[in-house]
């Protein structure tokens, strides 16, 4: 195994997906250009912006700052609601490549299904048009259960490349994880460490990241890599941005990823898709 296989994971079409990515939700403008070039410097080859971010423009622009050629970085974005048609998806593809200066995405999501719309399933014939015709190179979905997914295969016989669902150890998305696996989607985290500090100063977080050397971040994003998920953690400091990506030199124990297994609160405690209320 070469060791870029060991830093990335298989997508079902052929693309590969570094392990661990840089949110960057919700900086903007010449912060979020500074962290993402900064990023590029620590090691970062996954980018992870969208529509609803207002930040397109300044990933681009931290990337191109950093003077990294465009093959080695996997650059994703989303779009939202008001594009869910096959043309609206081919708009906001071009207006997403605009803002970030680049002629391809790696991959390119739904942002949420907005089922109270009803236009996801086109918004998904969109985005397997633009696979087919080589302009992106991975699709996906963001924020979809296992129902949704269904009718969009139902519909178009594809399955997503990727999923990006809130998930941590606490909102562990067991049964969602067990149906990506069995269809070849691959499992992406956005808010890995929790909303909020409760999981960092957990007290057994604390202890198995003082038997590692490790902080309690470190430990909490190990278990995404153990479970073969994506993590996309957020940072508001270098140093924050440092320790997410300073993961490769350790593994968790069975008895230590049987600990962390035990936080989940289970599927209610994930933001629902369903509700009208949540969306964009």
Same mark, same amino acid.
């Given at each position: 195994?070469t ?5 990335? =994971?298989? %997508? %079902?079409?052929?693309? =590969? @997906?570094?392990?661990v ?19 590029v ?5 996954? $980018?992870?912006?969208?529509?609803k ?14 003077? @990294? ?5 996997? /650059?994703? &974005? !989303? $779009? +939202? !609601?008001? +594009?869910? &048609?096959?043309?609206?998806? !081919?708009?906001?593809?071009?207006s ?8 391809? %995405?790696?991959?390119y *999501? /739904?942002h ?14 969109g985005?397997?048009?633009? #696979?087919? #015709? ?8 963001? +924020?979809?259960?296992?129902?949704? @997914? ?19 150890v ?15 989607? #691959?499992?992406?985290?956005w ?9 960092? &100063? ?5 202890? /198995?990241?003082?038997?590692?050397? !490790? &902080?309690?971040?470190?430990?909490? *994003? ?6 073969e ?11 924050? *941005?440092? #320790?997410?990506?300073? /993961? ?8 230590? %990823? ?19 209320? +949540?969306?964009?």
């Open positions: 195994m060791a870029h296989e060991q830093t990335t =994971r298989p %997508l %079902l079409r052929g693309a =590969r @997906i570094p392990r990515g840089m949110g960057t939700w919700p900086l903007v403008g010449d912060e979020c250009a500074a962290m993402v070039e900064k990023a410097d620590l090691g970062y080859r996954l $980018f992870d912006t969208a529509e971010y207002g930040n397109e423009d300044a990933v681009g622009a931290g990337l191109r700052a950093s003077g @990294i050629p465009r093959s080695e970085v996997f /650059i994703t &974005s !989303k $779009f +939202n !609601k008001e +594009n869910h &048609s096959v043309d609206g998806v !081919k708009r906001a593809y071009d997403a490549l605009e803002a970030i200066g680049v002629d391809y %995405l790696d991959l *999501l /739904i949420w299904p907005v089922p109270a719309l009803d236009r996801y399933v086109d918004a998904w014939r985005l397997v048009q633009l #696979q087919e #015709q080589g302009l992106v190179k991975a699709i996906g979905v963001s +924020n979809f259960t296992v129902h949704h @997914i269904d009718r969009i295969v139902e519909a178009t016989g594809v399955f997503p490349d990727v999923d990006q669902i809130q998930l941590s606490d909102i562990a998305r067991v049964e969602q994880r067990e149906y990506h696996r069995a269809h070849g989607i #691959q499992t992406e985290a808010s890995p460490l929790g909303r909020g500090g409760p999981l960092l &100063s957990d007290p057994v977080v604390g202890r /198995i990241a003082a038997g590692h050397g !490790k &902080s309690p971040a470190q430990v909490l *994003l190990r278990w995404h890599l153990d479970e998920i994506v993590p996309v953690p957020r940072a508001m400091t270098h140093e924050q *941005l440092a #320790q997410n990506i300073d /993961i490769f030199d350790f593994t968790l124990t069975p008895e230590e %990823l049987a600990l962390l297994g035990s936080f989940d609160r289970g599927e209610r405690a994930a933001r629902d898709p369903d509700d009208p209320a +949540n969306g964009h």
